[in-house]
């Protein structure tokens, strides 16, 4: 949805959305529902509220494919794209962490949402707490099956340490 700034209202907006959006890091499943109340002051806009989704996942253990259902809070104060300070090196202070910028009279909620939703997809997302994951001998997948492989290989630089049960 496009939103044009500059008929933003002094007491700001409530929007209730269901929004195809699509990424290139993600599969996003369904339609995101997002609930967003939008505030301006001056140039600045401030939106608020949370955005969710269905998202395809593949297991870091076993790589097998899931689906999760996706939330993100959603708290960031969006500036005129030519407030950018021209500084190469700039550390970020934790009240700009929550900050976008915009260019134009018009914001696209799709590229708000796509983004929410990158953020709190899990760095290492797991089909299950108890998944197995894959066989390091014989890459099954060991919630499936149990294999006959004999892992008894002992990692060269711990061998030292064998020594002590002596």
């Known amino acids: 949805m496009k939103i044009r700034i500059s008929e933003i209202p002094e ?7 269901r929004e195809e959006v699509s990424s290139e890091a993600i ?10 109340r939008i505030d301006k002051e001056g140039l ?3 939106i608020k509220g949370y955005a969710s989704g269905d998202v395809e996942q593949q297991c870091s253990r076993c790589l097998g494919r899931f689906n999760i259902n996706v939330t993100s809070q959603i708290d960031v104060v969006y500036h005129p794209a030519k407030d950018i300070k021209r500084e190469y090196l700039h550390e970020l202070k934790s009240d700009e962490l929550n900050t976008g910028f915009y260019g134009g009279d018009i914001f696209d909620t799709d590229d708000l949402l796509r983004e929410e939703l990158l953020l709190c997809v899990p760095m290492k997302p797991l089909c299950s707490v108890g998944c197995k994951g894959l066989c390091p001998k014989c890459g099954a997948n060991l919630n499936i099956a149990e294999c006959n492989c004999a892992i008894y290989e002992i990692d060269s630089r711990l061998s030292v340490l064998k020594q002590l049960l002596r």
């Open 27 to 36: 599969k996003i499943l369904s339609p995101v529902h997002a609930r967003i």
């Open 11 to 17: 007491d700001g907006v409530e929007f209730d959305l």
């Open 44 to 46: 600045e806009v401030f």
